[in-house]
């Protein structure tokens, strides 16, 4: 059964402290490895996509990487609007369904 | 343009009692999915429909059912309703197996 797992469930940081996430994952024929970003009481955000080990795909002050095993979010000198529950999924098969981790909650103090 | 529609936000229910949840994708996309959001279990599947047809369904039992309207509209209906079904329902629109996007979600209390 495919297995996806986040670590850690919890991650407090200094603003300016950089760090990363990480998501391990267990899958028969991935599609596709995908991050979402989760504030309180909304939907999950949409931030990267990556489709093959050796993949990197950055956006402002995050940066994913792949892996055959796993992938990681690389957090370069947060701000505390950077606060979140950082998700991670996986999609394999014919359709769009994903399976996600548990999640990161990430916490940035000023 | 027009993101994910969930309707409505909240919704407080009693159990025994039946539900329907309405979800409007972005314009263009024909992939609808639905999950179930709980503290304890996470992110869960529920079911995917594609061009009116349920292409994929997660392990729920059959209370859960879902339906696509010609539009991409969609609908899940959750009948005899437990205690355990209150979460936050996400439904998440796609073109054909690319990204998903969410919207905010219906959350359901059952009491």
């Known amino acids: 059964e495919d297995q996806v797992t986040q670590s850690p469930e919890a991650l407090r940081l200094q603003e300016g402290e950089s760090s990363s996430l990480n998501c391990s994952y267990t899958v028969s024929g991935l599609r596709g490895l995908f991050w979402y970003r989760q504030d309180p009481g909304k939907g999950p955000e949409f931030l990267f996509t990556?489709?093959?080990a050796g993949e990197e795909k950055e956006k402002e002050r995050l940066k994913a990487t792949l892996t055959k095993k796993e992938s990681f979010l690389h957090i370069t000198a947060p701000k505390p609007e950077d606060s979140a529950t950082y998700l991670c999924?996986?999609?394999?098969?014919?359709?769009?369904?994903?399976?996600f981790g548990a999640g990161t909650r990430l916490t940035v103090k000023p | 343009k027009a993101g994910v529609t969930q309707t409505p936000r909240y919704l407080i229910k009693t159990r025994g009692q039946q539900v329907t949840l309405s979800c409007s994708p972005i314009?263009?996309?024909?992939?609808v999915s639905w999950y179930q959001q709980t503290p304890g279990q996470g992110l869960q599947f529920l079911f995917e429909?594609?061009?009116?047809?349920?292409?994929n369904k997660g392990n729920f039992p059959g209370r859960f059912s879902g339906r696509q309207f010609s539009n991409s509209r969609s609908e899940m209906n959750v009948s005899t309703l437990e205690l355990g079904d209150s979460a936050l329902y996400l439904c998440?629109?796609?073109?054909?197996?690319?990204?998903?996007?969410f919207g905010q979600g219906t959350r359901l209390t059952v009491v």
């Open positions: 998440a629109s796609s073109s054909n197996r690319e990204e998903a996007f």
């Open positions: 999924a996986v999609q394999a098969g014919g359709g769009n369904d994903m399976r």
């Open positions: 990556l489709y093959s």
């Open positions: 314009s263009g996309h024909r992939s």
């Open positions: 429909y594609f061009s009116e047809t349920q292409r």
